[in-house]
Nanobody
Framework: QLQLVESGGGLVQPGGSLRLSCAAS????????IGWFRQAPGKEREGVSC????????NYADSVKGRFTISRDNAKNTVYLEMNSLKPDDTAVYYC??????????????????WGQGTQVTVSS
């Protein structure tokens, strides 16, 4: 069964850090671009960051540039999202998704083939 599983979420104080992981089972991530998305209560799902299959291209939403870093370790079949200087506005459920398309899907949600179940990130004092 093809599956993506996110982990690493939790409760953190403003200014703190978390590292999210997105692990794949049932398939290899080598040929997939990976996106991280988030959805806060009452808001639409939005793109946070994405990385090409080779890892050579990354993109970030303006709201997280300079604070979040996406990376991948294909040997571990895992993609990471390092989140620093967290703010209350970063509170959301974070999802990873895999895109097998010939073009880099960036933040186009409907082009992603597989989605994880999400992990909650809460930034609060």
């Amino acid at each position: 069964q093809l599956q993506l599983v996110e982990s690493g979420g939790g409760l953190v104080q403003p200014g703190g850090s978390l590292r999210l992981s997105c692990a794949a089972s049932g398939f290899t991530l080598d040929y997939y671009a990976i996106g991280w998305f988030r959805q806060a209560p009452g808001k639409e799902r939005e793109g946070v960051s994405c990385i090409s299959s080779s890892g050579g291209t990354t993109n970030y939403a303006d709201s997280v540039k300079g604070r979040f870093t996406i990376s991948r370790d294909n040997a571990k079949n895992t993609v990471y999202l390092e989140m620093n200087s967290l703010k209350p506005d970063d509170t959301a459920v974070y999802y990873c998704a895999a895109d097998s398309g010939p073009t880099f899907a960036l933040f186009r949600l409907d082009e992603y083939d597989y989605w994880g179940q999400g992990t909650q990130v809460t930034v609060s004092s």
